[in-house]
């Protein structure tokens, strides 16, 4: 206690000699006030007016003080000094983090969740010697959904079901819209790692696990969030988390990744690549070690790859106290301070939360360890984005504004849209669309029918009239039906066996049952969720008495369709095999029930594909399309197939489609060539339909080994009933690069397969070839 005591009074000591420094500022022409100047100059006048102090606290980000006052109300001293995921400290308290801000030793906040917190910081950076506003972050992951009263979307892997990049993009601008008017200027999002265990917690904030789709949806995302990054309505994007932390050993968040150059370059680095090339200026470091380093202390991901391959310009910012993490688990560093030495020495420009930076970063560079220049590159690239956002022109957001552009009648019609185009119909014999005149009494069941989890992590508890739940859903959709509901509560955990006997019994009494199973991911209910940031799990079943309940309510004799809302894909065995319709509907977002029951019912026509493999179980893992010849080779003994439960790209229609006529525009191109590959579509259904259209290719032979087919191409098909369209593709050859034996990326001469079809199956797909000489 004495110790952190002493620590805050020397920050505050350092802070009082700051307005000495402001007597030369009377004397001068502020040209970093002046907003007709360059952001270069503007940049350049306010660094040389700053003092070391000041530099340093700009690269310090804080938690929102009401952050803290309600984890401090809640959390013994012995939690709050060493539970990491509030990281408060015992005589610490918000108005340390008050008094921090008025002396300009705090450049960004992250939790901060109202407009009415983020004005009344922003006033405090108001009062500071040099008046540098904050930059506010939050993770609006699918909306900005994290603080309550805003447009909440369907979650990312929803999105990546859709592939619909155009909706990626229009989701992050309306996004932005939305953030700017509550004062918030950074989301740190797109989420692009490439997800490649349903273990992991996680992969609902992704994009699914194919490079090529998660690149195009995160690099489309960026674009949205930022435009040109220069008006009052744009955001930072953050592309996260560089790298590897998607892959761990074990499936649990912030585990080791232990991968090859190889799959780095060709599976990792590609979406970040692509986040970087649509003018991403920040990017986070993930929590994991890779190949043994920190990514948080990696030189060579932060300074060799990001800033000289790839010329990034922008700032890194590291995730939650994870520099801290490089003393206090990775032990790589001997300290704390060492810790803070080594993350800025290879290439970290700002932290995340934590009262010790300050005053161990302003001791390093002055014991001559870090160059001053090297704290000033960061600070140059911070300040870049706040002139470049209008922070200094317009440092507060209006209330009454606000209220006028968050949840408005454009971006409900967007959430709603999203939420039909990215729910997946994985199995239907004929069942679906239900007939409301033959289905008149309907039992509803299972955790997730009448519950807010539909909006998925990074979610606020939103009030009831901005959520349509699936059985709300289901009573606007088919107003005349008889819906019986059977709570389940909303804990997959702690179900009762009593309402499991319930729906039971009711279902032999009703004409059709729906059961809505799945996970629980509400992040105000942290310690209860199954599914969601740092919520991995050891197996990938249904959680309690979920299995219990379907096949009781199955064994009623009753048609039985199963709804899934989830973040991982999930195992259902038992269900694929007896039940005759299955949806995965993920987290649908704010609409979501309403969308579900407009699929069941047939007003939608469901179109959407798996952006992820769904394995039969967790012994499958890792289970992927884009595997390497020899993976399944030898089959498994005494247990599952070496086949998935639904295969990547899979998805159900309502109608037909039939692929014919597979030609290339020439059956040989040299290596810098390119060449067209058509195939005509036709809905022979008797429905209006969207197919998603698939390309994938594969090097036949090659000096090492490559993956039995890549996805190369896509393309969202409207198809009125009996309508034939041509899809053309052109294949260019960064399509058919990859990195040999030496580590240069080539294209290489030989024979590839090309493949086009509705999913990744090999037998659904039709096949032909060329030759690069």
């Not at 810098?672 to 197919?691: F, H, M």
């Not at 000096?703 to 393309?715: C, G, I, M, N, S």
Request: aromatic letters at 8%; glycine letters at 8%; charged letters at 25%.
């Amino acid at each position: 206690m004495g110790g952190m005591m002493k620590q805050i009074g020397m920050v505050m000591m350092m802070a009082m000699g700051l307005a000495s420094c402001g007597g030369a500022d009377k004397e001068q022409k502020k040209v970093y006030m002046d907003p007709g100047a360059a952001v270069a100059e503007r940049v350049e006048d306010l660094l040389r007016r700053m003092t070391l102090e000041e530099k340093v606290g700009q690269m310090n980000q804080f938690v929102g003080i009401e952050h803290i006052k309600a984890n401090s109300a809640v959390m013994t001293a012995d939690e709050l000094k060493t539970n990491t995921a509030n990281a408060f400290y015992p005589g610490f308290t918000y108005q340390d983090v008050e008094k921090w801000t008025e002396q300009g030793l705090i450049g960004s906040f992250l939790h901060v969740l109202t407009i009415e917190e983020a004005n009344y910081l922003q006033g405090l950076a108001m009062k500071s010697r040099l008046r540098i506003p904050i930059l506010f972050g939050i993770d609006a992951i699918h909306g900005n959904a994290n603080a309550p009263d805003n447009t909440v979307y369907p979650t990312n892997i929803n999105l990546a079901c859709s592939f619909d990049t155009l909706m990626a993009r229009r989701i992050a601008r309306q996004t932005a819209e939305e953030m700017r008017a509550m004062n918030m200027h950074w989301t740190f999002n797109p989420n692009v790692e490439v997800a490649r265990d349903p273990r992991w917690g996680r992969v609902g904030e992704t994009f699914g696990e194919d490079p090529y789709l998660v690149g195009l949806m995160g690099a489309q995302s960026v674009r949205g969030y930022q435009r040109g990054l220069n008006t009052g309505e744009d955001v930072l994007a953050c592309v996260k988390h560089f790298v590897g932390g998607s892959q761990p050993i074990n499936g649990t968040n912030g585990s080791p990744a232990d991968l090859s150059e190889c799959t780095l370059r060709e599976v990792f680095f590609p979406p970040f690549e692509e986040g970087v090339k649509a003018g991403a200026m920040s990017l986070m470091t993930a929590h994991n070690e890779l190949n043994g380093v920190p990514c948080h202390s990696n030189e060579w991901l932060m300074n060799d790859v990001l800033r000289g391959e790839w010329n990034f310009p922008g700032f890194v910012v590291s995730d939650w106290m994870d520099i801290e993490h490089i003393h206090d688990l990775h032990a790589t560093a001997s300290d704390l301070k060492e810790a803070f030495y080594q993350s800025i020495m290879a290439g970290m420009d700002m932290h995340m939360h934590g009262i010790h930076w300050q005053e161990m970063v302003t001791e390093l560079v002055r014991e001559g360890r870090i160059p001053e220049e090297r704290v000033d590159a960061s600070v140059r690239r911070i300040l870049d984005i706040k002139f470049r956002l209008g922070l200094f022109e317009k440092p507060y957001a209006d209330k009454a504004e606000s209220m006028k552009i968050r949840l408005s009648d454009e971006h409900r019609a967007t959430a709603l849209q999203a939420a039909r185009d990215g729910i997946v119909l994985l199995k239907n014999d004929g069942l679906l669309p239900l007939d409301a005149a033959k289905y008149r009494r309907v039992m509803v069941t299972g955790i997730n029918a009448d519950d807010e989890n539909i909006l998925g992590d990074w979610s606020a508890r939103e009030k009831p009239e901005n959520v349509v739940t699936i059985l709300e859903g289901l009573k606007m959709v088919a107003p005349d039906t008889q819906f019986d509901f059977v709570d389940q509560g909303w804990d997959p955990r702690n179900m009762h066996p009593a309402r499991v006997d319930e729906a039971a019994r009711r279902a032999r009494e009703a004409d059709l049952n729906i059961v809505v199973a799945g996970e629980y991911m509400m992040r105000y209910r942290w310690a209860d969720r199954t599914d969601g940031e740092d919520t991995d799990r050891s197996d990938i079943d249904l959680v309690g008495l979920q299995n219990e309940l379907i096949e009781r309510v199955a064994a009623s004799g009753k048609p039985t369709v199963l709804v899934l809302v989830s973040g991982r894909p999930l195992g259902v065995e038992w269900a694929a095999e007896h039940l005759p319709a299955i949806v995965e509907a993920w987290a649908p977002g704010m609409y979501g029930g309403q969308a579900v029951a407009e699929i069941l019912y047939g007003q939608v026509n469901p179109s959407a594909k798996l952006a992820v493999t769904i394995p039969h179980s967790v012994g499958q893992v890792q289970m992927i399309y884009n595997h390497k010849p020899s993976q399944y080779f030898h089959p498994y003994a005494a247990g599952k197939p070496s086949t998935p439960l639904y295969a990547f790209g899979h998805g159900l229609s309502y109608t037909s489609f039939a692929y014919s006529d597979l030609s290339l525009s020439q059956s040989e191109i040299a290596p810098d060539g390119t060449l067209d590959v058509s195939v005509k579509i036709t809905n022979t259904g008797s429905r209006d339909g969207v197919e998603i259209v698939q390309l994938y290719l594969r090097d036949v032979y090659s000096q090492v080994t490559r993956p039995v087919k890549e996805l190369k191409d896509f393309a969202r098909v409207p198809l009125k009933a009996g309508e034939s369209k041509t899809v053309t593709f052109r294949v260019t050859p960064d399509k058919l690069a990859f990195y040999d034996i030496k580590m240069r990326k080539i294209v290489e001469p030989g024979e590839f397969v090309v493949m086009v079809g509705p999913s990744s199956e090999d037998e659904r797909l039709l096949k032909t070839s060329f030759h690069v000489r």
